[in-house]
Nanobody, 125 residues
């Protein structure tokens, strides 16, 4: 079992930066692939970024490539999403998800086993 809690959201002006954190509890974090997803009001949940359990493979949505960076610290059971150059269309609830048992990165949120409640990111024009 993995429990996930996201923090770091807030209100930022367009062009600004935020760093989201996801704290994981449970013994399987180091063998879990981690992903960030977001959902804006009235829209489907969408993939943002993922990092595999080894830390060697990443995947990003085209819309965030070059601006967002996913990273992890297995010693602290943490995964991060550094977001630079934020745009109003990035406004959403951001949540992290864990995919256990050393499986590959995935863009489908339902291929993940655990997820947190999310943190609100609001980008003003």
């Amino acid at each position: 079992q993995v429990q996930l809690v996201e923090t770091g959201g807030g209100l930022v002006q367009a062009g600004g930066s935020l760093r989201l954190s996801c704290a994981a509890t449970g013994p399987t974090f180091s063998t879990s692939t981690m992903g960030w997803f977001r959902q804006a009001p009235g829209k489907e949940r969408e993939f943002v970024a993922a990092l595999d359990w080894s830390g060697r493979t990443t995947d990003y949505a085209n819309s965030v490539k070059g601006r967002f960076t996913i990273s992890r610290d297995n010693a602290k059971n943490m995964v991060y999403l550094q977001m630079n150059g934020l745009k109003p269309e990035n406004t959403a609830i951001y949540s992290c998800r864990a995919r256990a048992r050393r499986r590959m990165v995935a863009t489908d949120p339902w291929k993940y086993d655990y997820w947190g409640r999310g943190t609100q990111v609001t980008v003003s024009p």
